[in-house]
């Protein structure tokens, strides 16, 4: 079930296991343990470099959007164990709670426009009810055009950071359309992080690197 | 303009062709296959710790591959650090690029799967082979010249 992406009975195991908390501290603490300069150099991203020690995340190191106004603070663990990872996806939760409240305050004001609700208030005759709306998201826009630049953009994703690498060739279609996907790379690891552990810990390790195997395979 | 690497490694008198600035300001340089493993030495100790990403594309249908890695500085609290993106132009019927998996851990699996889809050879990689496709699979299939076989699902059903 993982591998179609289901992360949920991950976290559920984990919510059992916390009502018995020191059962979950001596399953999870000193397991796959990742040194820092391990870390960095297997490429790690998101959480499990955070949680090695490394104060890397990429909303404050690149600047983008406006996580310049809000304030937020990095949560990250040094001891790189399975514990570590958790404290770090935990402390992470609280803190996007803390940056949408502080984002729903800076919405600017005035009129939006709803068309979808429009169309449905309005029956089944409604000029948005029309051929020409219902493709409206299928169609690619007339004056749509990839220069012929190449581009690596990147963005912080719960796994760590997602990159794109673009090659555009001044039509609807790219060149060369890379994605750096941080579970394929995150997952790079594992054989290390797996020597001299037990067997039934190879399932903790796993959820602590938190795999969606879709992505690795693309 | 050369940029600070470019200089840098002119001082230290390695070979290499500075290919401009990226649209974002990143640094292009572009280094022989031959060389690729000193310089890439060089990178390390000049302080990229980083390999964010390996690509690999092929520049023209019947042209050159290429192959593309991203380094950046990785550090405590940065502060939009330094990066550069390196190029590896190599032939189609021999692509073989020396395997930076012993500097930068992170290439593993990344140079695995440029091997896979476009059959770019890194050589001294421990345990090069395909990654997403099937292991008996036959050709390179993000070439552009790759020819996609009769599959039955890809047919047309009536």
Known sequence: ?218 | IRGRLSVWLAKKKLAHRPLGFDYQGVETLQIRSEDWLSIAVALYVYGFNYLRSQCAYDVAPGGLLASVYHFTKVQDDADQPEEVCIKVFVSRQNPKIPSIFWIWKSADFQERESYDMLGITHESHPRLKRILMPDSWIGWPLRKDYIVPDFYELQDAY
């Open chain 1, 1 to 218: 079930m993982a591998d179609i992406g289901a992360q949920t009975p991950f976290f559920y195991i984990l919510r059992e296991r916390e009502m018995i908390y020191d059962l979950f501290e001596a399953a999870t603490e000193g397991i796959g343990i990742i040194g820092r300069e391990e870390a960095i150099n297997w490429g790690l991203s998101g959480p499990m470099l955070r949680a090695s020690g490394v104060k890397w995340d990429l909303r404050k190191v690149d600047h983008y959007e406006c996580y310049d106004e809000l304030d937020w603070q990095i949560q990250w663990q040094i001891g790189g164990d399975s514990l570590a990872r958790y404290l770090v996806r935990i402390g992470e939760m609280r803190e996007s709670v803390k940056i949408i409240q502080q984002a729903l305050k800076i919405i600017p004001g005035g009129p939006f426009e709803n068309l979808e609700a429009r169309r449905l208030h309005r029956g089944k005759n409604s000029e948005w009810n029309d051929f020409e709306y219902q493709f409206i998201s299928k169609k690619p826009s007339p004056t749509f055009k990839l220069p012929k630049q190449e581009h690596y953009i990147r963005a912080e994703a719960p796994k760590g950071e997602l990159g794109i690498f673009l090659i555009g060739d001044d039509s609807v279609f790219p060149w060369r359309w890379k994605i750096r996907p941080p579970g394929f790379i995150n997952l790079q690891i594992l054989p290390q992080l797996v020597k001299g552990m037990k067997l039934a810990d190879i399932m903790t390790i796993l959820g602590s690197v938190d795999i969606i195997m879709g992505e690795v395979d693309r």
